[in-house]
C-alpha cells in the first residue's frame, strides 16, 4: 500500500528539541524528492522544508532555518524533521508528503500528520 | 503571512459555479509560473487537484471531475480555481501553491462554503 506515516509529535516546552519521522511504504522512496507541510490549528498550511532524492539538496522555510533540519535515511524509506529551539508557534500538524515524479512540483501523497504542541 | 493571497471565505449555491482566486505578490509574475491547487477536508490531509500554467499546459490529478478547472488573469496577477456545478461535497478548504526556485509558496486558503 502506498503510503505515509508520521510519528514522533509529542508536547514539550519552549526551547525544547523534538524529531519527527515519517515512514514510506508501497513506493520507490529514493527515487523521490519529500517535503514537511505543517498547519497550526485553523490556520493554513506552511511549508517547512524539503530535501531532494538522494538527500544531497535541502532547503528550508525562513521561519525555521537555523533551528530544523530536513534528512532522509533512503534504506530505511524514512524521513525525519530534527526541531531544535521549539516556539509557541511551532505549534502544528506536521505533514510529510511526496514530490510528484516528473516536471510538475506538486505533493500527490500526503501522509496524515503528527501534532506538535509547544507549551510550558 | 501567506505570500499568496487568498480570500478566506467563500459560498455559493448547489448547481452554481465558485470562482476563487489566489494573488501573487506583485514582484512575482503570475504568467511564469505553475499554479497548484489543493483541497482540504476537516480532519484529512491536503488533496491535489490540479495545476495550470497556460491554456495549453494544465490538467487535473486522476479522479478529479472535470467541473474543477483552473485559469489565470495576468492583469490582475491571479491564479483562478473555477468549480462548476457546485455540490455539497465541495465543500472545504482550497490552497493555491507556487514553487518559485527554492522555497514552496501556500496561498491562505479559500474556505468555501456550499449553501
Avoid at chain 2, 22 to 40: G, M
Avoid at chain 2, 102 to 112: A, D, E, I, Q
Wanted: charged content about 20%.
Amino acid at each position: 500500500q502506498v503510503q505515509l506515516v508520521e510519528s514522533g509529535g509529542d508536547l514539550v516546552k519552549p526551547g525544547g528539541s523534538l524529531r519527527l519521522s515519517c515512514a514510506a511504504s508501497g513506493f520507490t522512496f529514493n527515487d523521490y524528492y519529500m517535503t514537511w507541510v505543517r498547519q497550526a490549528p485553523g490556520k493554513g498550511l506552511e511549508w517547512v522544508s524539503y530535501i531532494s532524492s538522494s538527500g544531497s539538496t535541502k532547503y528550508h522555510a525562513d521561519s525555521v532555518k537555523g533551528r530544523f533540519t530536513i534528512s532522509r535515511d533512503n534504506t530505511k524509506n524514512s524521513l525525519y524533521l530534527q526541531m531544535n529551539s521549539l516556539r509557541a508557534e511551532d505549534t502544528a500538524v506536521y505533514y510529510c508528503a511526496r514530490r510528484y515524479f516528473g516536471r510538475l512540483r506538486y505533493f500527490d501523497l500526503w501522509g496524515r500528520g503528527t501534532l506538535v504542541t509547544v507549551s510550558s | 503571512q501567506p505570500v499568496l493571497t487568498q480570500p478566506p471565505s467563500s459560498s455559493a449555491s448547489p448547481g452554481e459555479s465558485a470562482r476563487l482566486t489566489c494573488t501573487l505578490p506583485s514582484d512575482i509574475n503570475v504568467n511564469f509560473y505553475t499554479i497548484y491547487w489543493y483541497q482540504q477536508k476537516p480532519g484529512s490531509p491536503p488533496r491535489y487537484l490540479l495545476y495550470h500554467y497556460s491554456d495549453a499546459d494544465r490538467g487535473r490529478d486522476s479522479g478529479v471531475p472535470s467541473r474543477f478547472s483552473g485559469s489565470k488573469d495576468a492583469s490582475a496577477n491571479t491564479g483562478i480555481l473555477l468549480i462548476s456545478g457546485l455540490r455539497s461535497e465541495d465543500e472545504a478548504d482550497y490552497y493555491c501553491m507556487i514553487w518559485p526556485s527554492n522555497v514552496v509558496m501556500f496561498g491562505g486558503g479559500t474556505k468555501l462554503t456550499v449553501l
